[in-house]
């Protein structure tokens, strides 16, 4: 899936094939300055989904590693704070 969307739209899978290439460690880093991000926004356009960061936090949440689980775990739970609570 990474590859196809990747290869058919070059803007929107960029993030999630960035974060599915990187080694355990950087992604580590990656998801947790996602969640910092996320965390500390005051405003999220509407489009950002188009980014593919719901891709590349599910992607997290389905690793093997129990870190990059934990982190995608706590940047998606952000999201989805910031998301319930805007008007």
Known sequence: MLNARSKGNSGAGSTSTAAAAAVPSQRLRLL???????RHATYLE?????FGLFDVLFEGLND????IRRRAAAAFGELLFYIATQP
């Open 32 to 38: 947790s300055l996602i969640g910092q991000l996320l």
């Open 46 to 50: 509407t489009g950002v989904t188009e």
């Open 64 to 67: 093997l590693d129990t870190s």
